[in-house]
Nanobody, 129 residues
Framework: QSQLVASGGDLVQPGGSLRLSCAST????????IGWFRQAPGKQREGVAC????????YYADSVKGRFTISRDNANRTVYLRMDSLKPEDTGVYYC??????????????????????WGQGTQVTVSS
């Protein structure tokens, strides 16, 4: 079954950094725009960041702007989410997913789960002292 595999989550103290990675098990990652989402216990899944196939505008949620950076490797085989200045509010399971609507990220001011699939199991990020 095709899915995206998110990895790199860990326990980190406030102010620390992590880099999450996203890789595909059954399709070419470079064909799609890729989004990062997170879900805290008891909360709905929220969009964090999105990167288009190659060129285009990236998306960041207001809560992570200036702290998180989404990127692709040179061969578009892996998508990364660099997270700096982590806060306890960043705690949750982080997922990457592919956008089927277009090779650009969805338009609008908020990144929703609509149009994304291949979620996988996600990776746990815990920010705590």
């Amino acid at each position: 079954q095709s899915q995206l595999v998110a990895s790199g989550g860990d326990l980190v103290q406030p102010g620390g950094s992590l880099r999450l990675s996203c890789a595909s098990t059954g399709f070419s990652l470079n064909v799609f725009a890729i989004g990062w989402f997170r879900q805290a216990p008891g909360k709905q899944r929220e969009g964090v960041a999105c990167i288009p196939k190659t060129d285009g505008k990236t998306y960041y949620a207001d809560s992570v702007k200036g702290r998180f950076t989404i990127s692709r490797d040179n061969a578009n085989r892996t998508v990364y989410l660099r997270m700096d200045s982590l806060k306890p509010e960043d705690t949750g399971v982080y997922y990457c997913a592919r956008y089927l609507g277009a090779q650009r990220c969805p338009s609008g001011g908020i990144l929703s789960v609509a149009g994304f699939d291949s979620w996988g199991q996600g990776t746990q990020v815990t920010v705590s002292s």
